[in-house]
């Protein structure tokens, strides 16, 4: 009905709003101007009539006040009386000009100059009482302004007064007249106005009414499709989270097999260089030290035969006697036992740290034993001697242990001399780095010192404490110290995988603990804590394996 209804107009929905708005435009437009000038006219004659009317009233209360003054004046002979009457006559020439302002065609006639020429009387003849009075003619003064002249000057005055009062209302009345006349005619206009506007703004509202149910019709079939894309972003969402997950689980599976490849490849490296080396010096050291022996005792043999020879036939020989005498023949005697014997002492020497890089090592020990913790620590201690002695402009680092009273642990030996070597050797790069900085700041008195602590606590956990006095981490950095591939070494001094690989050692595989502690400025204290008896699960499945 409504399409069909435009169809008949041949109008289009927003050719029909825009007619329906400039008609409302065109019609409505004059009306408020004209509603407006009626108000303004109406608020003019408003105003102008109550300041009329009161202007009127003060002249004449203006008038019988100057009147009564100067009779006053003349029946008492008093000067208050004329200065009365002088301010009242100011007051009221200016209520006069105002009157004029307001309605200058009565006080331009023929009538208001009969009035002002009354008036001029008036004040002449009062002016000639005051004079009268300041000659102590009161009675003449009196005369004066009871005379017939003056009242006949007053009924004149008093009668223009009134008269132009009444034009003045009359031409109040004639304006609020066509005041009322122009209202009637804005008001029919208005009423025609609307009976146009009606029709038209009811078109706008059915087509309005149309709009929106078709706006509606299209926000609900909007809101349908947004809620199916909306379930579809929302299951394609979970399922990339879900990848992403699968993502990083499998990056982080990755990072920890390449962790463990790098661990043991590492450790294969290095135990088969320490084991090398171990071989490579224990053999030639076993045949030095199992012949020591020999010539020990074949030396004191000759020894002994030397000092037989010389108590009994030195003297016989000249020869013998200037030889023995070049040579020395005592000293040799007292100092060749004390070379072999130092020989003896060094070869020893030498076993020890052939045993310790064994140690160290562990090629021989990949299972997890029962050891002694002190033991590792030393041996990677003399592993790194050669980066704690003092040389060039580097002073030494000492080294305070503070070892407990610890039971036998078990462990795997290799990773756990793994972790040592990481631990001291990143305290070591720690001071040395702060020595760089003391030299730049020409610091001299200053030392170094790493603090090794054990004990053995609750009867079941030991406790390994790795302290230095370097500069110490910042908060920021401590998040991810084990973090793997992390450090703030430069390029090609750190791979980022020692500390990594540490946690890995003692979470991981002893199932313990291992923290840092540190502040800039106050050092650094590595706390490792892992249990004297290991439970694993191959222990366990291989208990399991045989109860089956």
Avoid at 221 to 247: G, H, S
Wanted: a neutral charge; glycine letters at 4%; aromatic letters at 8%.
């Amino acid at each position: 009905m409504k399409t069909s209804l435009f169809r008949k107009l041949k109008l289009v929905p927003s050719q029909l709003v825009t007619v329906t708005v400039l008609l409302t435009f065109l019609l409505f437009i004059p009306q408020i101007w004209l509603n407006l000038q009626a108000y303004y006219d109406f608020h003019k004659i408003t105003k102008n009539e109550f300041r009329l009317q009161k202007l009127s009233d003060k002249i004449i209360y203006f008038d019988e006040v100057l009147t009564m003054s100067a009779r006053m004046n003349a029946a008492t002979g008093n000067l208050m009386w004329e200065q009365r009457y002088r301010k009242f006559e100011s007051q009221l020439d200016i209520a006069i000009q105002e009157s004029i302002k307001l309605a200058p065609k009565e006080y331009r006639n023929e009538d208001a100059k009969k009035i002002d020429i009354a008036n001029q009387e008036l004040i002449k003849m009062e002016s000639q009482s005051f004079d009268l009075v300041k000659k102590n003619q009161k009675q003449a003064a009196q005369l004066l302004l009871s005379s017939r002249e003056y009242e006949i000057q007053k009924q004149i005055y008093a009668d223009g007064v009134a008269k132009r009062n009444y034009n003045i209302s009359f031409q109040l009345q004639q304006q609020v007249t066509e005041y009322q006349q122009r209202i009637f005619w804005a008001i029919l206009g208005s009423i025609v106005s609307l009976m146009l506007l009606i029709p038209a703004w009811f078109l706008v509202l059915n087509l309005l009414q149309e709009y929106l149910k078709a706006k509606k019709n299209a926000q609900v079939a909007l809101e349908e499709t947004n809620y199916m894309l909306e379930n579809q972003v929302t299951m394609r969402t979970e399922i990339l989270n879900q990848k992403n997950i699968q993502l990083q689980q499998t990056l982080q599976e990755l990072q920890h097999t390449q962790v463990q490849l790098i661990q043991t490849e590492k450790m294969s490296s290095l135990g088969q260089l320490v084991a090398g080396i171990a071989h490579e010096i224990n053999n030639p050291v076993n045949f030095v030290y199992g012949n020591l022996m020999h010539v020990r005792e074949y030396t004191q043999q000759l020894l002994s035969l030397i000092n037989l020879y010389q108590q009994q036939y030195s003297n016989y020989n000249s020869e013998i006697t200037i030889l023995m005498s070049e040579m020395d023949l005592d000293f040799i005697l007292d100092d060749l036992p004390k070379l072999l014997s130092s020989m003896a002492v060094g070869t020893e020497r030498i076993r020890e740290i052939v045993l310790i890089l064994r140690n160290f090592s562990r090629l021989d020990e990949a299972d997890m034993k029962s050891v002694d913790i002190h033991e590792g620590i030393n041996s990677t201690l003399l592993i790194l001697q050669h980066r704690l002695k003092e040389k060039d402009e580097q002073q030494e680092i000492t080294i305070i242990k503070k070892y407990g009273d610890l039971p036998l642990v078990e462990c795997y030996p290799g990773g756990l001399n793994q972790v040592f070597m990481n631990i001291i050797s990143n305290a070591i790069d720690a001071l040395r780095e702060q020595e760089i900085d003391y030299l730049k700041q020409e610091i001299k008195q200053y030392h170094n010192y790493i603090t090794i602590h054990t004990q053995f606590q609750n009867k079941d956990r030991v406790i390994i404490s790795v302290k230095d006095n370097g500069s110490g981490i910042n908060e920021e950095i401590k998040p991810r110290l084990f973090d793997p591939f992390f450090t703030t070494k430069p390029v090609g001094q750190g791979t980022g995988l020692g500390l990594s690989i540490s946690y890995q050692i003692i979470v991981e595989k002893h199932k313990g603990k291992i923290n840092c502690i540190s502040a800039p400025g106050k050092g650094t204290e590595f706390l490792i804590e892992i249990p004297v008896k290991q439970i694993n699960e191959a222990r366990l499945d291989s208990k399991c394996s045989e109860y089956l």
